[in-house]
């Protein structure tokens, strides 16, 4: 909270009447949904708010306003209203209660983002990473789709909180291919192919709102259709999705040191991170949903700023490659910097609250089953390796030829990259987390 001050008060005493107006439309309603946090419901509008959603749409608000401070632009233009659009598109589907409703903004959150990446991406194949992104998602979400109209033809109500009552069981099957369509937008490990194409050819703003919040709208999905399987989930079709997804998590984590661009290496790194989400939601524990809490608000808060390096050493270099990005620390003492503590923040270093949700992850693994805790270990011990490798490889050794002499990120980069670090240091206590995940359960 402190940072995003410091950050609006570096905003405002430049800042244009347009500027102004959009920065407080995004951080009052913010501020409203996590001040005022308790449960609410509007029946007529399929709306509700809870403690759950009101912390992830507080971090939709509180990202979009870094984002609008980290492009440098501050004009109503096409770019900004599509910015401005899935914002409102994601708040709007984490409140819903109506599962058609659900779904409907579910995919439409695609559509922005398809815009930024075809629109304003780096590369002609910004296209071919489009097609994947629409393929992946949109056809693995229409067995989702074709479950929510029988159900709600079936019983007559669409509402979520009425059908957790009125379903007493799901078909097997039906429970894997219904969170086909969530462990898609995740994604996990085998269904993650469209996530690096999308990384890498998407604008700053399309990767830092991607990676900080529409993945964590696959793992709020994931969390509310778990609530309509809760009879199945003790059955072993999850066992098997969450081994899937910590082996996947190594596997992603070795494909971390083998990346050749920055951008890619974050994509998969958030592979990692999203696996611990799908242990703690489908585990269906009290511990299980703390982690799948702590884990979706940490990683949104530091993938972000790690996208947002990566652009600023992009702007510095020229390209995103390890092979010409070096030597960092000898030109830019202060971006180097930067780049050290979001790395060590990312590998889980105390007192953040990454640490908390892997250490929560570990009971929760232990509670199914001793081999998976070992792999959930290895993933861990994975993660500190790709990140000490990432902050080496661009910040040591000889400067490359391609950099510029000029200084490092500007005052407004340098707030932007603080705004997203307080978050981290336990500003949210464990107090606050251990109350978001009982109210859930």
């Not at 589907?93 to 629109?119: A, D, K, T, V």
Request: proline share 4%; net charge neutral; charged share 5%.
């Amino acid at each position: 909270m402190v940072g995003m001050i410091l950050v609006l008060c570096s905003l405002l005493v430049a800042a244009s009447f347009v500027e102004t107006i959009m920065v407080l439309s995004l951080l009052v309603p913010g501020a409203m949904i996590y001040l005022y946090k308790t449960n609410m419901y509007i029946e007529d509008l399929f709306f509700c708010m809870n403690d759950l959603n009101s912390m992830l749409m507080f971090m939709t608000m509180s990202l979009a306003l870094l984002i609008y401070l980290s492009s440098g632009h501050f004009t109503w233009d096409f770019y900004t209203m599509v910015t401005f659009s899935l914002v409102v598109v994601l708040v709007l589907c984490f409140m819903s209660s109506n599962l058609l409703w659900f779904y409907i903004l579910f995919e439409m959150s695609l559509l922005p983002i398809l815009l930024m990446i075809i629109g304003w991406g780096y590369q002609p194949e910004r296209l071919q990473a489009g097609v994947y992104m629409i393929m992946y998602t949109v056809f693995g979400s229409m067995p989702l789709l074709l479950l929510i109209l029988y159900y709600g033809a079936y019983y007559g109500t669409f509402n979520l909180y009425v059908l957790f009552m009125l379903i007493n069981n799901i078909p097997h099957w039906c429970v894997f291919f219904g969170f086909l369509a969530f462990l898609v937008k995740l994604p996990i490990w085998s269904l993650h192919v469209w996530l690096p194409k999308a990384h890498v050819e998407a604008p700053l703003g399309g990767s830092m709102i991607l990676a900080g919040v529409l993945l964590k709208l696959g793992g709020y999905g994931l969390y509310v259709y778990s609530m309509l399987c809760i009879s199945p989930m003790n059955s072993s079709s999850p066992l098997f999705i969450i081994s899937l997804s910590l082996w996947g998590g190594v596997c992603a984590s070795l494909l971390c040191l083998s990346q050749s661009d920055i951008k890619a290496m974050i994509a998969y790194s958030s592979i990692v991170h999203m696996s611990l989400v799908v242990l703690g939601v489908m585990s269906n524990t009290t511990w299980g949903m703390m982690c799948a809490l702590l884990t979706m608000v940490a990683h949104g808060w530091v993938s972000s700023a790690l996208f947002l390096l990566a652009y600023i050493s992009y702007e510095k270099v020229g390209s995103r490659s390890f092979n010409y990005t070096k030597g960092l620390l000898t030109l830019y003492p202060i971006l180097s910097y930067l780049w050290f503590i979001v790395a060590m923040v990312n590998m889980a270093v105390p007192p953040t609250i990454n640490l908390v949700g892997e250490l929560v992850a570990v009971p929760v693994a232990l509670w199914l089953s001793m081999v998976l805790v070992i792999v959930l270990l290895s993933v861990m011990f994975m993660s500190v390796t790709y990140n000490m490798y990432l902050y080496i490889k661009i910040n040591h050794g000889a400067p490359s030829g391609l950099m510029s002499s000029s200084s490092g990120p500007s005052s407004r980069g340098f707030l932007t990259i603080l705004g997203h670090l307080l978050p981290l240091l336990l500003i949210f206590s464990l107090d606050l987390m251990s109350s978001y995940t009982e109210s859930c359960m």
